[in-house]
């Protein structure tokens, strides 16, 4: 009997011990929360440019009926080099001072096209991939130069002469990712109708880029933004499966 008092009276002091050092330590406390945990942040969806301007271009390949490719352009991140694209196909600067030709990209063509590459046009001087040239009559700076990757196809960037700042008129669109360009070329647009235009134009090249067919830019021209077009576009691009499926 005497053993037993004892074991209880032990016991008891043990309670108020582990309670005492509860009180000094709430963490040992297995009390529910009473607050909602909060939830983890989550790394923001990475969005392109806001798009500032929209324009077209109507290609036709040999005798086909002209196709669409409508462009959404980014002026808040290259402003020179967009007013420079949309004025050259609105056509609206008149001629070149320096080589007399009508600066616009209307008539000229797809001068350089790869498989799973690119397609390029813009040189509506010499149709070569020799000439182009900007509203400016000089080249234009690398503006926002790396500021939207080439991590994403149907992309529309500048074209250059293999030197940094010596943009004129000549562009292209990425048929794939292609972002060992991002240091070399400016991203200003993207492809916001079209794209299997793109692809039409994509089948005519060849691995040396010279098109088995000629595909020429029969008009062009400036666009209004709808309300769509000023939502904010994610920059990771929905693919689609054999089966038609979006993932």
């Not at 008891?12 to 040992?28: E, Q």
């Not at 080249?139 to 500021?147: A, H, N, P, S």
């Not at 500048?158 to 070329?185: E, Y």
């Not at 595909?215 to 691009?237: E, H």
Request: proline share 5%.
């Amino acid at each position: 009997m005497h053993q037993d008092n004892s074991s209880r009276i032990i016991s008891g002091w043990l309670n108020i011990i582990l309670i005492f050092v509860m009180f000094l330590n709430p963490s040992m406390s297995r009390e529910v929360p009473r607050e909602k945990a909060q939830k983890p942040l989550m790394d923001p969806i990475p969005m392109l440019p806001k798009i500032t301007h929209k324009v077209f271009l109507d290609i036709k390949i040999s005798d086909s009926d002209p196709m669409k490719i409508v462009l959404g352009l980014f002026g808040e991140v290259s402003p020179k080099i967009v007013e420079n694209f949309r004025a050259l196909c609105d056509c609206d600067k008149g001629v070149s001072k320096v080589t007399g030709k009508r600066l616009c990209y209307k008539n000229s063509i797809f001068h350089r096209v790869i498989p799973n590459f690119m397609i390029q046009g813009g040189d509506f001087t010499n149709h070569d991939g020799t000439g182009g040239e900007s509203i400016y009559g000089h080249d234009i700076d690398d503006e926002g130069l790396g500021t939207v990757k080439h991590g994403r196809k149907f992309l529309l960037s500048m074209a250059n002469k293999g030197r940094r700042n010596s943009n004129n008129s000549q562009f292209f669109i990425n048929t794939v990712k292609t972002q060992w360009l991002d240091n070399s070329h400016v991203v200003f647009g993207v492809v916001l109708d079209g794209e299997d235009v793109v692809r039409e134009i994509e089948k005519r090249g060849t691995n040396g880029g010279n098109p088995t067919e000629s595909m020429t830019i029969v008009d062009s021209g400036s666009m209004s933004l709808t309300i769509q077009d000023k939502q904010p576009l994610p920059f990771a691009r929905r693919e689609i499966d054999s089966d038609g499926n979006q993932y």
